[in-house]
């Protein structure tokens, strides 16, 4: 299974990016697909996490001010993030769990795509 993000970039305090994650490939059944974030010197966090039951997670420092949304019974996901703060700079993942068509649980990660928030 492979994932392709775009979106990312620079961005000014206080203001927005999209992110959007499509996967492809031999899948089956889809479990969930979100976006984690990893800053340089810290460790892989959660941002947003939507699962196939239409359950939603959100990390503590975005709730409020990030949303996920899916379509196509999540192959494709989006990450809306408003009122950007520099402590949201960081590479973003998209990550992707299922079942593939041999019926073996998969994993997929993206390569990452950075946003920096700076004025």
């Known amino acids: 299974v492979q994932v392709v993000e775009s979106g990312g970039g620079l961005v000014q305090p206080g203001g927005s990016l999209s992110l959007s994650c499509t996967a492809s490939?031999?899948?089956?059944?889809?479990?969930?697909t979100g976006w984690y974030r990893q800053a340089p010197g810290k460790r892989r966090e959660l941002v947003a996490f939507?699962?196939?039951?239409?359950?939603?997670y959100y990390g503590d420092s975005v709730k409020g001010r990030f949303t996920i949304s899916r379509v196509n019974a999540m192959n494709t996901v989006y990450l809306q993030m408003n009122s950007l703060k520099p402590e949201d700079t960081a590479a973003y993942y998209c990550?992707?769990?299922?079942?593939?068509?041999?019926?073996?649980?998969?994993?997929?990660w993206g390569q990452g795509t950075q946003v920096t928030v700076a004025a």
């Open positions: 990550n992707t769990r299922g079942y593939d068509t041999t019926r073996k649980t998969y994993g997929s």
């Open positions: 490939g031999s899948i089956l059944y889809s479990i969930g």
């Open positions: 939507t699962t196939r039951g239409w359950n939603i």
